[in-house]
């Protein structure tokens, strides 16, 4: 039995969306006189057993927030969910919605207020990090989790024309000049934001230090950043590899190092920050909540759903094709990750100075 959902008043409050074509399929119980359970009729939906020997009936639709603007990794995986759950046909629909904002806290201000059970939104390092350094209304502890989907290391560039040859030449600069060099990447307090002070705090400046010395200019998606960093208005950027590949296989961007601890299938060639002599390792992972006071009968259909997507052979060729890891759990197994990383970040924040102890 998972843990009880506690349900919190949010800070922000989303207008209702537009009617869903279909609603949550309820539970199929055997009854007492031993009739089958009944499913959905929903073309390849899944099923599973639940405690009581029922069956879990199919979804016919679900609705997907990506809580960040359109171009960044949350809407990726979104809109790649999206396109996994229709093209295998196991949801008729699967209609992706941007509710950007303040590290993903917005978003999961609107799912803390979603009445409809089939609703999925992407979450992660980054929102755990926000949530501590904007002192969110809505914490992820308030809703229900659902899986872990996905790691993607991070990668430090620069503008091609850029004088900083390695990490080592960047962050020299960063520690000599402060805030004359900026460093671009995702929400204040996201993973982004954490590798830029681990970094600094790896090469000696002391924690209350770090953001006074490091400039970070946070933005609201992928495009943005590629964007600034090609116009010269900031110096670097962080963000997963993913975001940046392209500009950096034509040539416009400069990979100085990549945050996994061995290097990325994307940019194999790119050494990690390890090699370039940082003791620093970092990989953003991904995965999905629903609304609060969910029951488990709504809990199981939803894992259900997704369980089918990641076993599917286009979930599959997904990951090959944006180098994201697979790293899936479900269950007891997310719920106890999921606690144990927003610890962890607790603490990292607090260590490089990014939030108060």
């Known amino acids: 039995m998972r843990s009880a959902q506690r349900p919190r008043s949010a800070g922000t409050t989303h207008a209702s969306r537009s009617a869903r074509s279909a609603g949550f399929v309820?539970?199929?119980?055997?009854?007492?006189?031993?009739?089958?359970?009944?499913?959905?009729?929903?073309?390849?939906?899944?099923?599973s057993s639940d405690e009581s020997g029922g069956e879990a009936a199919a979804l016919?639709?679900?609705?997907?927030?990506?809580?960040?603007?359109?171009?960044?990794?949350?809407?990726?995986?979104?809109?790649?969910?999206?396109?996994t759950l229709t093209g295998e046909e196991l949801v008729s629909s699967a209609p992706v919605e941007n509710i950007g904002g303040a590290g993903g806290t917005v978003g999961l201000a609107a799912l803390a207020n979603e009445k409809d059970p089939a609703t999925l939104m992407v979450t992660g390092l980054?929102?755990?990090?926000?949530?501590?350094?904007?002192?969110?209304?809505v914490r992820i502890e308030d809703v229900t989790p659902i899986a872990k989907?996905?790691?993607?290391?991070?990668?430090?560039?620069?503008?091609?024309?850029?004088?900083?040859?390695?990490?080592?030449?960047?962050?020299?600069a960063i520690v000599e000049e402060g805030a004359a060099i900026s460093v671009t990447g995702g929400s204040a307090g996201g993973a982004d934001h954490?590798?830029?002070?681990?970094?600094?705090?790896?090469?000696?400046?002391?924690?209350?230090?770090?953001?006074?010395t490091l400039n970070y200019i946070p933005n609201s998606g992928g495009g943005e950043a590629v964007t600034m960093l090609l116009g010269g208005t900031v110096q670097a950027g962080i963000s997963g590899v993913g975001e940046f590949a392209e500009q950096v296989e034509a040539g416009e961007l400069?990979?100085?190092?990549?945050?996994?601890?061995?290097?990325?299938?994307?940019?194999?060639?790119?050494?990690?920050?390890?090699?370039?002599?940082?003791?620093?390792?970092?990989?953003?992972w991904r995965g999905l909540l629903a609304p609060p006071g969910l029951d488990d009968a709504e809990v199981e259909?939803?894992?259900?759903?997704?369980?089918?997507?990641?076993?599917?052979?286009?979930?599959?060729?997904?990951?090959?094709?944006?180098?994201?890891?697979?790293?899936?759990?479900?269950?007891?197994?997310f719920e106890d990750f999921?606690?144990?990383?927003?610890?962890?970040?607790?603490?990292?924040?607090?260590?490089?100075?990014?939030?108060?102890k």
């Open 126 to 137: 980054v929102m755990v990090g926000a949530v501590e350094t904007n002192a969110s209304a």
């Open 301 to 333: 259909a939803l894992t259900a759903l997704v369980t089918e997507m990641h076993d599917s052979g286009s979930w599959t060729d997904t990951l090959a094709e944006k180098g994201w890891a697979d790293a899936f759990l479900t269950g007891a197994e």
């Open 26 to 47: 309820a539970l199929g119980l055997a009854t007492a006189l031993g009739l089958a359970a009944c499913s959905s009729g929903a073309s390849g939906g899944a099923s």
């Open 338 to 356: 999921l606690s144990g990383d927003i610890a962890q970040v607790t603490d990292t924040l607090q260590t490089i100075g990014l939030v108060a």
């Open 60 to 83: 016919d639709a679900v609705s997907l927030i990506a809580p960040a603007d359109p171009g960044g990794g949350w809407d990726q995986t979104a809109r790649a969910m999206s396109a």
């Open 254 to 284: 400069r990979a100085l190092a990549v945050s996994s601890p061995e290097p990325s299938a994307v940019l194999p060639e790119v050494p990690t920050l390890v090699d370039e002599g940082y003791d620093v390792t970092l990989t953003n």
């Open 149 to 172: 989907l996905t790691e993607e290391p991070l990668v430090v560039v620069v503008p091609a024309a850029s004088p900083y040859e390695s990490v080592e030449d960047l962050v020299a």
């Open 194 to 212: 954490i590798l830029a002070g681990m970094l600094l705090a790896e090469a000696g400046v002391d924690a209350d230090d770090v953001p006074t």
